[in-house]
């Protein structure tokens, strides 16, 4: 069974930075595309940003392109969010997950019904 552990939220000004972390428990992971979504209290869960399996293509929402970068280790089976210039808004709990297979496919995933496995996700709060 794949598991994704998140790390790296926490409580940090407006304006602040923090860089999120995905690990994977088994090194199948390093061959699937990654996605970050997020979901704010009363909202709908939303994609934030995706990578393909080598790391050498990456995809963001629109609003989020300017502010977060997305990237991966596949020696350390992870994945990582950079977030800068946080705002209030961009609280909420921010999730990793595998994308469908087949392995070493590019194919961009943006909607979270098809994602395979998910983080227990980790808690960022942007204070202003």
């Known amino acids: 069974q794949v598991q994704l552990v998140e790390s790296g939220g926490g409580l940090v000004q407006a304006g602040g930075s923090l860089r999120l972390s995905c690990t994977a428990s088994?090194?199948?992971?390093?061959?699937?595309?990654m996605g970050w979504f997020r979901q704010a209290p009363g909202k709908e869960r939303e994609f934030v940003a995706a990578i393909n399996w080598s790391g050498d293509m990456v995809y963001y929402a629109p609003s989020m392109k300017s502010r977060f970068t997305i990237s991966r280790d596949n020696a350390k089976m992870t994945v990582y969010l950079q977030m800068n210039s946080l705002k209030p808004e961009d609280t909420a709990v921010y999730y990793c997950?595998?994308?469908?297979?087949?392995?070493?496919?590019?194919?961009?995933?943006?909607?979270?019904?098809?994602?395979?496995?998910w983080g227990q996700g980790t808690q960022v709060t942007v204070s202003s």
């Open positions: 088994e090194r199948t992971s390093s061959s699937y595309g």
């Open positions: 997950a595998r994308a469908p297979g087949p392995p070493y496919d590019s194919t961009w995933y943006v909607r979270d019904y098809e994602y395979e496995y």
